[in-house]
C-alpha cells in the first residue's frame, strides 16, 4: 500500500536514523516544504570531527547536534515557511525553538521521548506557545493525530 505524505516522511526519517552512533536514540528528521518536498534530512550525533563518549549519556547529551537541527542546515528560511518536520521522536523544547524560526507550521513525530529524561508537558507548552501543531503518526494504520496537549 502507497503511505500517505506523512507515513513516507516518518520511513524517511527512520532511514536517516540509521545513521547515529547514539546507543540510547537514534533519531532522524526530515524537512519537507510546503510543497512536500525534501529541504533536508538530518540524525544526531557529533559534530563533525568530534569523538563522543556515548556511555556517558550526561555528559555527552550536552555536546550531541540534535537530527532537527542537522536537517535544516540545508534549508533556508523562504523553503521552510509554513513546511512541516517528520521525526522519529517528538522533538525536545530547544528544537522547537530552532523550527519556530524557520516559520515550521508542522511536526509529525512516531516516537515518544522517556518522559524521565525529557519533560514532555514543557515540549507540548514550547509548541503551543510557538505555534507549531504536533502530530503523532500511527504506523499500525499510517495515520496522524493531534497531540495531547
Known sequence: MRPSWFGWGI??????????EDPFYQ???VMFRPNRTVAGVGYNGAPAGVTLEWQA????????IHAEV???????LTDMYGGYCCVTHISCAP??????SYKIATVVYED????????????RSVARTCGITLLAYNREDDS???DSV
Open 27 to 29: 533519531v532522524g528528521a
Open 144 to 146: 496522524v493525530r493531534q
Open 70 to 76: 542537522n536537517a535544516l542546515r540545508t534549508a533556508t
Open 112 to 123: 515518544m521521548l522517556d518522559p524521565l529524561v525529557y519533560d514532555v508537558d514543557l515540549i
Open 11 to 20: 520511513g524517511l526519517a527512520r532511514a536517516a536514523s540509521m545513521r547515529s
Open 95 to 100: 528544537c522547537l525553538t530552532v523550527m519556530a
Open 57 to 64: 549519556r550526561d555528559e555527552r547529551r550536552a555536546k550531541v
